[in-house]
């Protein structure tokens, strides 16, 4: 990659459209933390030792279900080398989704970004990237769903509305309706528009009946709480941010991530992963997990899942769309609602 001829192209207009490039996140290696004070401490180090080798080992499958389809994978990683220690990265490279977004034929970064994605940018053509100086995450594709001629982008709060209204004047002169929001959480932990027809949502997020008229709506419930009771254990000692089964009673490592890895977690109290999906196409859909009414509405929609299960989902507070950014589909800029 990166000599011209192999450069990644660019190019998303829908969620569902055929996928052919994919960038995929990793984590980090344990040998990392070493001359951190903690490196030799078990009670830390082992569990994070098991999120470090699971997380890649899941990264892997993923990347392994992604090429069988024919999609063409890339992957950023950090170099320890270049950021010297782990004290100087505010996160992994874990979600690329929270920091891009493609829509049309531009990725869009945001400024910030973590370290090892420049290596992943680097083999993009420049004209087909635009660096919008905006505060991390408010521009990507964790919080806008492209539907063809429909963009449902959330606006999220530190845009200014002078950057709001400069990209919502310039996508709409590029042919777009951008339709937007102000829930201030990602719509990719929200709702999933699987195929043209077909909406899984956890509650009315849309106005459904305007904007998706005659469409199927799949309402599903926000948590599954027997899978997530013992959560219950921790949740008020870490403000429900992050989760790591078997570790609920282990205080030490409960001090140590949420004092010094405070960046690398979310808030996983709301988020459900069952709406936390990846298209490949229209009739083939990579899912956290199995949820019957979900996998009913597929088979009734013709649309194959692909079970993945990434372990450390909840330490992450990311699933399987967060954990990937597509950057190029098939597809063009169809109106799904003339």
Not at 34 to 39: A, F, H, N, R, W
Not at 135 to 160: C, E, F
Not at 300 to 326: L, M, Y
Request: proline letters at 4%; aromatic letters at 14%; one cysteine or more.
């Amino acid at each position: 990659m990166g000599r011209l001829g192999q450069m990644i192209p660019i190019k998303g207009y829908a969620t569902f459209d055929p996928l052919k490039h994919c960038w995929i996140g990793s984590g980090f290696k344990p040998e990392m933390f070493q001359g951190l004070q903690i490196y030799n401490n078990n009670k830390i180090m082992d569990p994070i030792k098991r999120i470090a080798e699971e997380s890649e080992e899941d990264y892997q499958t993923l990347e392994k279900i992604l090429k069988d389809a024919g999609v063409t994978t890339h992957r950023s990683f950090l170099d320890i080398e270049k950021i010297g220690s782990l004290e100087n990265v505010p996160r992994p490279p874990i979600a690329p989704r929270d920091h891009f977004a493609v829509l049309g034929e531009k990725l869009y970064a945001a400024t910030g970004g973590v370290g090892g994605h420049a290596e992943i940018l680097k083999q993009i053509e420049r004209k087909n990237i635009e660096i919008a100086n905006v505060p991390n995450g408010t521009i990507s594709t964790a919080i806008m769903t492209r539907v063809g001629k429909d963009v449902y982008w959330d606006i999220h709060q530190g845009l200014s509305k002078e950057i709001v209204q400069k990209y919502y004047d310039k996508w709409t002169e590029e042919g777009f309706r951008v339709h937007m929001s102000n829930r201030n959480y990602h719509n990719d932990g929200s709702f999933c528009v699987v195929k043209p027809g077909l909406v899984v949502s956890l509650f009315d997020i849309q106005d459904y009946k305007t904007e998706f008229p005659g469409w199927d709506i799949l309402y599903i419930d926000d948590k599954d709480w027997d899978v997530m009771s013992p959560f219950q254990k921790v949740k008020n000692k870490n403000q429900g941010k992050w989760w790591l089964k078997g570790e609920e009673e282990n205080d030490e490592l409960t001090y140590f991530v949420n004092t010094w890895l405070n960046d690398w977690v979310g808030y996983v109290e709301e988020t459900v992963f069952d709406v936390n999906m990846l298209s490949i196409d229209q009739n083939t859909i990579i899912c956290n997990n199995y949820n019957k009414e979900v996998f009913d509405a597929f088979k009734k929609h013709k649309v194959e899942p692909i079970i993945f299960n990434f372990r450390h989902a909840f330490f992450w507070d990311s699933g399987v769309h967060c954990i990937t950014q597509d950057l190029y589909r098939e597809g063009k800029m169809e109106d799904y609602f003339s």
